[in-house]
């Protein structure tokens, strides 16, 4: 039997998250008994604990039970390194992570499961390509002070930008982002998917992230993305867009206007979101990598 401790409200659709995703695929895939805290797991079991859960409470409990921890996206708190070290196991979702994890706190047992996406038909997209979206939490760490910015550069041109995701995290920063990109908050999987499907272009100005899973849903669906080259971006994006620098309005709104202005431009990423479509893994790759990460600790 294999534990699962995973955040409160993993289920809630006000606040839905790459990291929420992740831990309900695996958990459903892999049969795993879910709890809120290592508490009630047995001695000596397995158990895969969201980096998001774990504290330095966790070191008593490592040695305790068999413990490897999730890491969604880095801490960088005091304690983390010395958690991390003490587990029997880590697994990460980008190579970004591992890298970074492995550098810092010298550890070497640190395996990889990128995040899975499910197959999706492929997006018509417009003639003009006006459609622009924009998929994650209305927070500074998402970057949408930077789209707007980016956005009001094109007030030349044609297009429209939608932003879908919760204006609860950071509910102040959400109510400063300018009307040039129109909150849409959470959708369900049905809604999201339509939307997914009337787009032409992701646009990604995070400032930090682990690996961008709407990155693939993106190119799932054939739909080009440019993004900020961060974190684990590059690797979810291959060949499938175009990275800028993060932070970046100017450079941003540059990548924007070619898009909107050059139709074989347009063209090419399309080509290149489609090929980059036929490479990407489903989330029983996710869940066999995560099985083997649980398995070299019984």
Not at 14 to 37: F, K, Q, T
Not at 195 to 220: H, I, K, N, Q
Not at 251 to 261: D, E, G, K, N, Y
Not at 266 to 278: G, K, N
Request: hydrophobic residues 45%.
């Amino acid at each position: 039997m294999i534990h699962l401790v995973r955040p409160a409200g993993v289920d809630d659709p006000r606040r839905p998250s790459g990291g929420n995703v992740y831990d309900r695929r695996i958990a459903s895939a892999l049969g795993m008994v879910e709890h809120a805290s290592t508490a009630p797991v047995p001695d000596g079991a397995v158990v895969l604990v969201d980096g998001l859960c774990s504290s330095p409470a966790l070191l008593s409990e490592a040695s305790r039970l068999r413990v490897v921890v999730l890491v969604h996206m880095p801490r960088w708190e005091w304690w983390e390194g010395p958690v991390l070290q003490a587990a029997a196991g880590v697994v990460t979702t980008s190579r970004w992570s591992r890298d970074v994890l492995a550098s810092r706190y010298g550890l070497d047992r640190v395996a990889v499961a990128e995040p899975g996406v499910d197959p999706a038909p492929v997006a018509a997209g417009s003639p003009s390509g006006g459609a622009l979206l924009s998929v994650g939490a209305v927070t500074a760490s998402k970057g949408y002070d930077v789209l707007a910015a980016a956005l009001r550069l094109l007030d030349d041109l044609a297009w429209s930008c939608r932003g879908v995701g919760s204006t609860e995290v950071e509910p102040a920063f959400a109510a400063t982002v300018p009307p040039v990109v129109r909150l849409s908050g959470p959708m369900t999987r049905t809604e999201l998917d339509a939307t997914y499907a009337e787009a032409d272009l992701l646009v990604l100005a995070s400032r930090a992230e682990t690996y961008g899973m709407v990155v693939t849903e993106a190119l799932a669906r054939g739909v080009p993305v440019v993004a900020s080259d961060v974190g684990g971006v590059r690797e979810a994006l291959g060949d499938g867009g175009v990275l800028v620098p993060p932070g970046d309005a100017v450079a941003l709104s540059a990548a924007l206007r070619t898009w909107l202005t050059s139709p074989a431009y347009r063209d090419s990423l399309r080509r290149a979101a489609r090929r980059r479509r036929e490479t990407l893994t489903g989330w029983e790759h996710t869940a066999e990598r995560v099985s083997e990460a649980l398995e070299a600790v019984r």
